[in-house]
């Protein structure tokens, strides 16, 4: 496993089998040119940790990346236009909320 800080609390984090971004939020910059990324973990809905506009160029940038957090972050994605599982169907998911 390696682990790398892209900036004030994001990470990235690659393994043998999957690539995942934590709180791509306001306070980082690098992030958003990052390829290769299957998940993009938010913890929670604090502008350090979740940055719109920077998770739709990530998105762009990694068109099958699933964004994996909670309920309270859930609910700003679907207002930004970014669906959950339960409006577009499993197959088509962009993040599941826990």
């Given at each position: 496993m390696q682990i790398t800080k892209i900036g004030h609390c994001c990470l990235l984090i690659k393994t043998?089998?999957?690539?995942?971004?934590?709180?791509?939020?306001?306070?980082?910059?690098?992030?958003?040119?990052?390829?290769?990324?299957?998940?993009?973990?938010?913890?929670h809905e604090h502008g350090d940790h979740i940055h719109i506009d920077?998770?739709?160029?990530?998105?762009?940038?990694?068109?099958?990346?699933?964004?994996?957090?909670?309920?309270?972050?859930?609910?700003?994605?679907?207002?930004?236009?970014i669906p959950s599982n339960s409006s577009r169907g499993m197959r088509r998911r962009r993040y599941t909320a826990f």
């Open positions: 043998e089998t999957a690539t995942i971004l934590t709180d791509p939020g306001g306070f980082t910059t690098g992030q958003n040119e990052l390829t290769g990324i299957d998940i993009v973990l938010i913890t920077s998770l739709f160029s990530i998105l762009k940038n990694n068109p099958e990346a699933v964004v994996v957090t909670n309920t309270g972050v859930g609910k700003h994605l679907e207002l930004a236009g």
